[in-house]
């Protein structure tokens, strides 16, 4: 954590990160990712393999800022994720089907 507040969810149990902390990610846990600060957070993030993972987060930037989306409650950011989502099968995994596993 670079600077802000973060949460972080690792099967099941959020934790909030401050600036110097962070955490890994077991390979195959069920994870996710939020900012519910209101304020803007900085993250530096590593993902071993990468799994195309920074394609990824460029590829949602350009997408949402080329449609002129501004903000995160805009009614087509869903759908534009999750059209991403389908491209990107080796890097996201919805969570349902890994519980299932």
Do not use: C
């Amino acid at each position: 954590m670079l600077e802000g507040r973060f949460d972080v969810m690792v099967d099941g149990n959020w934790r909030t990160l401050a600036p110097g902390e962070s955490a890994s990610i077991p390979v195959g846990a069920l994870h996710t990712f939020r900012n519910r600060s209101g304020s803007m957070v900085r993250v530096r993030n590593f993902h071993r393999p990468g799994a195309r993972f920074d394609q990824y987060i460029e590829h949602i930037y350009e997408l949402l800022r080329s449609r002129g989306v501004k903000r995160k409650t805009d009614p087509r950011v869903p759908i534009y994720l999750a059209m991403l989502m389908l491209e990107y099968p080796e890097t996201l995994e919805p969570g349902r089907r890994r519980e299932s596993r």
